[in-house]
Every structure is written in C-alpha cells, then in structure tokens.
C-alpha cells in the first residue's frame, strides 16, 4: 500500500446499517456528529465536517464494500485524491469494519490515522451503542 494504511474496528451495528448511514446524508451526519451531504451512488459526490473531506463514490457492493476518491483541504495544492475502501464483514453481535486509506499525499499519514479514530470511530461507536 502507498503511503497509507489499514484500520480496523467492531461496532455494534449490522454490516446494513453501517453501510446506510454511511451512503446518506443525515446518516453520515448521525455518525459522525458533523454536516454531511452525500449522494449515495457510483459516481456520487460527498462532503463532512463542514467540507474539510470531499470525494466521489468509486465502487459499491450493497451492505459489504465502499471504495471513494477522498481528500481533505489539508491536501497539497495539486495533490491528487487518495483512496479509501470499507469493507463491512458481519461478526458476532456487530460488525467488522476495516478501513483502507492509501495513496494519501507524503508524510500525512499519522494525522489522518489518528483521525479516524477520533472523528469516525469514536462517535460510530457511541452512535450505534445508543
């Protein structure tokens, strides 16, 4: 993987409503505490946390995978998107979801790590225990 990562995290939710939430506006909203808008299809456009993330669905697989051209205004000017992948595997009393963040630009990799967890995680976590 070039300059990226992979995370992985088990939330108390289905592989469906994850998958959803994730795809939808007041969903995304839900999980994560900030304003999203997202069109939830292949070729779809999205932003969150007031537009600082944008991006373009590249790839679906109902309730199991999501693939999306991702950046942030912390990008270099020129910088082109990296890629983010969720896949969603149903375990015991919740899913798996393990997130795949590549391409991303040099030496940015920590920040977006660490944010993931306090951003997206975290809230999914208590969002879906609630």
């Given amino acids: 993987m070039s300059n990226g990562f992979e995370l992985t ?3 108390p939710a289905s592989p469906e409503e994850i998958y ?3 795809l939808d506006s007041e969903g995304h909203a839900a999980l994560t ?3 999203a808008q997202v069109d939830g299809r292949v070729g779809g456009t999205f932003s969150a946390w007031d537009g600082y993330i944008t991006g373009v669905t590249l790839e679906l697989e109902p309730s199991q995978r999501i693939v999306q051209a991702w950046r942030t205004t912390g990008f270099p000017e020129g910088a082109p998107d990296s890629r983010l992948e969720i896949q969603l ?6 899913t ?8 991303m630009p040099p030496d ?10 306090d951003f997206y995680f975290s809230p999914m976590r208590e969002y879906f225990e609630t």
């Fill in 89 to 94: 595997k149903p375990v015991g009393g919740g």
């Fill in 96 to 103: 798996r979801l393990t997130l795949i963040h590549s391409d």
């Fill in 20 to 22: 959803t939430d994730w």
């Fill in 33 to 35: 505490g900030s304003p």
């Fill in 9 to 11: 995290v088990l939330l």
């Fill in 108 to 117: 940015q990799e920590d920040s977006y790590r660490q944010g993931w967890e």
